[in-house]
Structure formats: C-alpha cells, structure tokens
C-alpha cells in the first residue's frame, strides 16, 4: 500500500479524521479492495464514468444539487439495507460534494452511524466539502438544512481525478482555496497561489498536491478551533458568501458558477472593511488582484434594476443580530471579524464602480 498520510484532524469526542494521499486511481482502488464486501459505494452520474467497471454494491445518483435530497437518503439507505450493509459496514462516497454530503448523511443514521470513507474528486470537495464533518440535504427550497455533523474517518485524495474536472467546476473550488490563503495564520498559501498560478492553472499534479495540503491545513486550523460551529470561529470560512450567495441566487446570476460569485463577494466583503474602516487598503487591494489574476469577474457590477431582488436574497441570510444581516469581513491576513452593514453601503458596493 503506497498511500501517504498528508493530514489528521482531531474533532470532538476523541473522532478524527485522516486524510490520505493516494498515487493514483489504481492505488485508491487497491486500498479500498482490502475492505472487502462489507461496504457500499454512492457515486453520481459523472464520478461513476471514472471507473470503467463499478463496484458491485453501489448507488449512482444524479449529478448536481438537485440530488441532495430525502429520496437520494433514502436510496442509499435502502441499497445499505437490501445489500445487508451491517453496522460495522461502509459508505464509501466517491463524488463532489454532492456524494460527499449525501453519503455522510446516510452513513451518520444507519443503523445510528457505520463507517465512512470518503474519496472527493472535485477540487471543492478536497478542500472543503469532505473535511470537516458536515453533512446535509436540502430541504423546502433552502440550502443545507437538515443534516448532521459526522466526520468521515478516512478521507482518501486521487489528485488525477481532477483532470477531467470542465473549467466551471475546477475554478469553483479555486475561489474557496485562495478564500483560505486569505483567511489563513501564515502566508504559505497565499505566496503559493502568487508562484505557481501557472502551474494550478495548466493543473499540474505536484502543485495541485501542494495546493490541496495547504488549503486543507487551513480548513484543519478553523474546524479544529470549532469542530461543532458554535464558538463563532468557524462562521469566518463563509467570507465572501452572503454577498455570493446574494449574486448566485438571484435570477440573471444562474450561470455565474458558486466559485465566481464567493471571489465576487469575497472581494466586496474587502472593500467593506476599507469602507467602514477597519480593513487595510493595501491587503484587500492585493487580495483583489489576486482573484483577478485567476479570472475571476470582480469588476463585475449588479444592474440597480437588479437591487431589489439581490438586497430579498441577502436578507434571507442565516447570520443575523438585531434584524441585520452580519457580514464576515477581513481586516488583514487572516483576521476576519463579523460586522452588521447598513443596507445603502451594501447597495453602493455591489453597484457602484470598484475601488481597487
Ligand atoms: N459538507 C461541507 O462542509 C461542504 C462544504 C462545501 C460545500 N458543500 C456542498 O458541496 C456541494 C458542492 O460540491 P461540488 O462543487 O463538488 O459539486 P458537485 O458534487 O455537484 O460536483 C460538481 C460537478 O462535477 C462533477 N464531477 C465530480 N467529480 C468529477 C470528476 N472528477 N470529473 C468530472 N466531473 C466530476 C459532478 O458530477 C457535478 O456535475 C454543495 O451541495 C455544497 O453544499 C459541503
């Protein structure tokens, strides 16, 4: 077995989480093969392509949002129960973060939680989705809401999965990595991401690697900080996400990819700290270009026919004091704090021309 460890985090209760780097595709299947027959595999539509024959126990669901769902719990539960999954059984979820939160949620209520590995293959799942322990549907229209915190014991990474990730998808995973460079202690990421634009870009697999491990050190430092959310540290990784979100939920916005709109809102959320005085101007300045240089539209400006809809969305945000929407802003390298925003200076930033 040639599977490195690149990371452990330690979550509440003694539970964590290692995280393995595999030398391929061939490497991750031989791993997983030791586990026997005791397991079931959920893929999507796309993930299920990279294998050209599939495990015998699995679930392929629908590629996409659409299907984090009850019927897809249900599924998966059922397929657990008809292939006689026994509660020292395993879901292995082999996707984005669509299969990643969908297994994890199955694998968290059968029989009261059976054993997880999760194998992420796009960049957003490597770096985000499948550390941490979050898991979730969505429910009624909104995003995430019911689901359950349950870390996954094994996380394995095959950089090569990301070779046939389309640009739209690669980039969404980009924005949340150079999101950490910006919210991380040190300033490891952040250089990387200035040096080696090139080489991320054309997805060389060494700086991919490297990429990948520097990001999840920074998701490690916040969940390990807060492993459950409740001490308002980890609310900080949601920079840039209540202007995103605004921008991704409403209607014109649709073909903005979720990476595109959280860069958007990311550097929104700087001039926010510039604006009401507590950000440093040459810090967001830098951040700013930074996203640019990956080509991200952050010039980009909301039509003001467009404000009313945009400003429904932001007050359905989640992050709430006193009736306002709180705002997770950056003052330096890694120091966010969370601000409330008068409504006309929200407005003025997300119409008017940009600072920077
Ligand atoms: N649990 C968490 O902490 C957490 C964190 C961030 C995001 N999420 C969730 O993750 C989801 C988004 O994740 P995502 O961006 O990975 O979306 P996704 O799972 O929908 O994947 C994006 C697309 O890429 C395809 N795909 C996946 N791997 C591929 C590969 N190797 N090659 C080609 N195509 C591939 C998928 O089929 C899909 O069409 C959202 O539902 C979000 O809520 C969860």
Partial sequence: MTMKTM???????????????????????????EYGRNVLWVFDTNTAKLFKQLPPSNVVLESGESSKTFSSLERILGAALDEGLARDGRIIGFGGGVVCDMAALAASVYMRGCRLTLVPTTLLAMVDASVGGKTAIDFKGMKNMVGSFYPASEV?????????????????GLAEVIKHAL??????????????????????????????????????????????????????????????????????????????????????????????????????????????????????????????????????????????????LLEKQGTASLHPLELQLVQHLVIAKPIF
Avoid at 156 to 172: G, V
């Fill in 183 to 328: 919210l991380s202690q040190n300033e490891e990421l952040y250089k990387f991401l200035l040096i080696k634009k090139n080489e991320i870009l054309s997805r060389q697999p060494e700086a991919l690697t490297t990429l990948v491990e520097l990001s999840l050190m920074v998701k490690k430092w916040f969940i390990e900080q807060d492993p459950t959310e409740t001490k308002g540290i980890r609310q900080f990784l949601n920079l840039g996400h209540t202007f995103g979100h605004a921008l991704e939920s409403s209607s014109h916005y649709g073909m903005w990819g979720h990476g595109a709109c959280v860069a958007w809102g990311t550097c929104r959320a700087l001039e926010a700290g510039i604006a009401i005085g507590i950000g440093d101007k040459a810090y967001a300045s830098g951040a700013t270009k930074l996203f640019k240089s990956y080509g991200y539209e952050i010039d980009y400006r909301i039509g003001r026919g467009d404000w009313i809809e945009f400003r429904d969305h932001l007050l359905k945000d989640k992050k709430k004091a006193d009736g306002k929407v709180l705002f997770v």
């Fill in 156 to 172: 394995l990474l095959s950089i090569d999965t990301l070779r046939t990730l389309n640009d739209k998808e690669f980039l969404n």
């Fill in 7 to 33: 990371m452990t985090t330690q979550l509440e209760n003694g539970r964590e989480t290692q995280v393995l780097l595999a030398d391929g595709l061939k490497d991750l299947s031989s791993h997983l093969g």
